[in-house]
């Protein structure tokens, strides 16, 4: 779990004071930012950059990759002689993530897919604060860091991945354009639907897992991007259904678009999306929902995503998203694979 979190309107300027007690001597804090607010100078200057504290503008354009990270830390490590106070991630899912693997990189031998996986990582990470500006993934409390690496797409899942401090700020989300609000908020809605219809699930994941579906639906039935309510709702359920993930899995959404980020680079909000849209037989009350929050919001998904491909690349789509074992137990139960195969699998990204 997170140790330590501060949230509210404004909390941002808090930043300076919490990371004052992790300076350690000549050694910077680097931020990773994402890029699109590099023309929001209000931002930018209320970073507390100190001594040779760094800021280096990180593009969200494509999801984070493996390679990236190595790189990252190669020029953190010829560039500076100490080894970091603290990575400090501003930004989404895709920052947010860069920000953790990077601070596990840091301070681990060889190549970040090296430990893309469950358990692998040795050594504790550098200290590292994770600041959403957009909620939903609820990458900012996971144990997870999603990379694309050269073999698969998977997270490095370990006890050192989460961060050592979230810091909260509702209004930091002012500014996400509405498809992309609705395509990560809907991340979040889509955790819990297959978090509460997991055979993984418990009172624990279950506890968080309901408040944040209830806070979704309030969201996106009856609220709107630019309510202040709705943004402070959504960035605590956003955590919630982060929390429930953490302490059960995600399901057939999840394990499908893993494999159309793989293949094609969907991102996985609308990813999840365009999935689920098809899912009805597995989760039919849910899928309705989403449909009805989808009009209310006059959100129109991409259409025939799959027909022009390969049918390599459809075989490949198909591996990548059998291969996550975990989610398919977990959504359909220990005899998984009498029920879901390359064929069921096919029929439905030919759908999307
Ligand atoms: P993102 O980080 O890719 O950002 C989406 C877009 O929103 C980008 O264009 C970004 O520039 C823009 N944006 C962000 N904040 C903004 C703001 N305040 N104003 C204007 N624009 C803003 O999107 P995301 O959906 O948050 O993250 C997706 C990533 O998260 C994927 O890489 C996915 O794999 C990962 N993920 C991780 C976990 C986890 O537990 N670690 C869980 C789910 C998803
Ligand atoms: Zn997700």
Known sequence: MVPKVVYGKGCFEQLASILGPQRKEKAPFIYLVDDVFQKNQQLIQRIPLRFNDKLIFISSFEEPKTEQVDVLVKSIKTEFSYRPSGIIGIGGGSILDLAKAVAIMLTNKGQASEYQGWDLVKNKAV?????????????????????????KKLGINSDFTPFDQVVLDPELTIGVSKDQWFYTGMDCFIHCVESLNGTFLNEFSKSYGEKAYDLCKEIFLNRDLNDETAREKLMMASWHGGMSIAYSQVGVAHAMSYGLSYVLGVKHGIGNCIVFDHLEDYYPIDVALFKQMKQAHGIELPQGICKDLTESQMDTMVKIGLSLVPLWENALGPDWESKINAEKLKALYAKM
């Open 127 to 151: 200290y590292h604060v994770g600041i959403p500006t957009i909620s939903g993934t609820g990458a900012e409390v996971s144990r997870t860091t999603v990379l694309t690496g050269p073999e």
